[in-house]
């Protein structure tokens, strides 16, 4: 059989329906050969000197990790020269990264989460890179981009996708037209088209959550949980499993190839932050994806591509995978 590669996925993307803007094919092709830097470096672990902590902390007040800032750093110098950025956004960057004066400027804007899973770097477990781009919009062409420019909701997303680095090196895409999964041949060094249009089924018996957190969970996620707890003889009549792998590219794509409910809910604890993970850099790209593979995503009122982003470090709470089951926890929030 023959193999079809990521460069040429796109090709056909280009010339297809879809009519993928050549712009934004280079763009993913160069994302894609980033991602393969990081998996690189990931893979040598202790060998290349890459585990273990920094001395600094980043804009979310997180320790980062040697990782954190290298894989950000081969994004950046990656994606700078190409021609088709006006700017970058990146978690580990306290503002926006403007494209140098010295390179060619284009109207695509990239946002990414460069390494996922940080707590997971030095026990070798799956870490991932998860990454969005944007169009800046028209009225910003020819004057420098600002976080303003960011702010869009995930609906607009062009491009969406991951990289996971677990046994095996995986890149899941989608622009728009469904999700595709590509595993990196190492030897060769090509992606190749693995998984062709990911669906995710709409019922499920299996949950994600960090449950050491329950006590301080909102009622509506509560009574979920408990009820699936409850198992066969409870109001759900059925069993659940639970998976927690705490690196949210190897949670989700579980959940995109088996099915699955990811939640990571508001706190008490700290009431004013509307929860632990970031809108613009891993809640948009995952939700666009699962949306892609037919599951469904919401913060438990609405849906989180129609969130308006006030901010570009902006938290948010996540429900998302088996379309039924988020629709339940949503119903039970409508409730409350
Ligand atoms: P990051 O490493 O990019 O800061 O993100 C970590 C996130 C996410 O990947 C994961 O689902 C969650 O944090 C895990 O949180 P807990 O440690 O609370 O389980
Ligand atoms: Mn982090
Ligand atoms: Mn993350
Ligand atoms: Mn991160």
Not at 10 to 20: C, K, M, S, T, W
Not at 59 to 69: A, S
Not at 80 to 89: S, Y
Not at 275 to 283: D, F, N, Q, V
Request: glycine share 10%; aromatic share 6%; charged share 20%.
């Amino acid at each position: 059989m023959k193999r079809k590669t990521l460069t040429q996925f796109l090709i056909e993307q280009q010339r297809g329906a879809a009519a993928l803007p050549a712009e934004v094919r280079l763009l993913v092709e160069i994302v894609a050969r980033a991602c393969k830097a990081i998996g690189h470096a990931v893979g040598k672990g202790a060998l290349g000197g890459v585990l273990g902590s920094l001395e600094t902390e980043n804009i979310q007040g997180e320790v980062q990790k040697k990782l954190d800032v290298l894989s950000n750093e081969i994004l950046l110098e990656a994606n700078e020269w190409g021609g088709q950025l006006a700017a970058m956004a990146s978690e580990e960057m306290e503002t926006v990264h403007l494209i140098p004066t010295h390179y060619p400027k284009g109207e695509y804007l990239l946002l990414f989460d460069p390494l996922d899973g940080s707590s997971n770097i030095d026990v070798n477990v799956s870490i991932g890179t998860i990454f969005s781009v944007l169009r800046a919009p028209a009225e910003a062409r020819g004057r420098e981009i600002t976080e303003q420019d960011f702010l869009q909701p995930g609906s607009q997303q062009v491009v969406a996708g991951y990289a996971l680095y677990g046994p095996q090196t995986m890149l899941i895409l989608t622009v728009g037209t469904g999700v595709f999964g590509f595993t990196l041949d190492r030897e060769v060094g090509s992606w190749v088209l693995t998984q062709e249009n990911i669906r995710i089924p709409a019922d499920t018996k299996e949950f994600a959550i960090n449950m050491s957190n329950m006590r301080h969970w909102a009622p509506p996620v509560r009574r979920y949980i408990e009820e699936c707890l409850a198992g066969k003889t409870g109001p759900r009549g059925k069993d659940f499993n639970m998976r927690w792998i705490a690196s949210m590219v190897a949670d989700v794509h579980r959940i995109l190839n088996r099915g699955g409910i990811f939640m990571y809910p508001w706190d008490a604890r700290e009431p004013t932050k509307p929860g632990k993970l970031r809108l613009m850099y891993e809640a948009n790209p995952m939700s666009m994806l699962v949306e892609q593979a037919g599951g469904a995503s919401t913060n438990g009122l609405q849906r989180i591509l129609d969130i308006e982003p006030a901010a570009l470090h902006e938290r948010v709470s996540v429900i998302l995978g088996s379309k039924n089951e988020v629709d339940l926890v949503t119903s039970y929030h409508k409730d409350a």
